[in-house]
């Protein structure tokens, strides 16, 4: 079992960035794939991103591809989201999930969740 605490939320500007970090521990990280995910208040969770075991491959919801970029670190056991040229609507508390199975690359039911990390883009 992988426990999961995200760190790096804030206020930021429209335009601004910031870098979320995702810090694992109790278990493998590199066996895990890590989600990224949001849910801003009186709408349902929204896909962000994905990365593999190895870091090789990606995967972007069409909101953010071009402005976020999901990382990680296996040998620090991390994984971090840099979101670019942010906007309002990236508001939103921001999760980070990760599961041993490929299946999440197309299901996104991941089994492992972080509490969340609110993100505030001011216009």
């Known amino acids: 079992q992988v426990v999961l605490e995200e760190s790096g939320g804030g206020l930021v500007q429209a335009g601004g960035s910031l870098r979320l970090s995702c810090a694992a521990s109790g278990s493998v990280f590199s066996r895990y794939i890590v989600g990224w995910f949001r849910q801003a208040p009186g709408k349902e969770r929204e896909f962000v991103a994905a990365?593999?075991?190895?870091?090789?491959?990606?995967n972007y919801g069409d909101s953010v591809r071009g402005r976020f970029t999901i990382s990680r670190d296996n040998a620090k056991n991390m994984a971090y989201l840099q979101m670019n040229s942010m906007k309002p609507e990236d508001t939103a508390v921001y999760y980070c999930?990760?599961?041993?199975?490929?299946?999440?690359?197309?299901?996104?039911?991941?089994?492992?969740w972080g509490q969340g990390t609110q993100v505030t883009v001011s216009s």
């Open positions: 990365i593999n075991w190895t870091g090789e491959n990606t």
């Open positions: 999930a990760a599961d041993r199975s490929f299946r999440v690359w197309l299901s996104n039911e991941y089994d492992y």
